[in-house]
């Protein structure tokens, strides 16, 4: 198959599409002063390409941020269901300042910030001390065992 299709961008700066062998009037300004700009062998190749030549940059941005949020909720949805005790874990070690403290606000802001029950903070804390895991410095605070 051949490259029968082309990209070509005009003057004005808007791109479009054209079989080879046709004359290349933009769609826009009906100028015949265009550029090639890519060859394609399908017609469905070229329409995309043109979709993506005319889209404003700052779309372009913001669509690619979205296509790799997207991405990487996917990735994280394949690794499997992470449970609360995991979420919980990995909130409470958000939390730790660079002293491996733990305190109460931190703790507040953490959990409410991975949408888990900020008001439940005290069970949270009480349940990791009784295991073990964390272990009363003052009235506000922990630290890790």
Known sequence: MGLDWCLVRCKCGHSFGHRKGSNAICTICGSSEVKKVHQFSDSRSLANAVAKANLPIELTKEMSSRLESKSAI??????????????????????TDEQGVLRESAIRRELDGAGLDAES????IGGA?????????????????
């Open 74 to 95: 996917e990735e994280n949805r394949q690794q499997g269901p992470v449970s609360i005790r995991e979420r919980v874990r990995r909130t409470l070690r958000s939390a």
């Open 121 to 124: 903070w005290e069970s949270i």
């Open 129 to 145: 001390e009784l295991e073990g895991i964390l272990v009363r410095c003052s009235n506000d605070s922990w630290r890790w065992v």
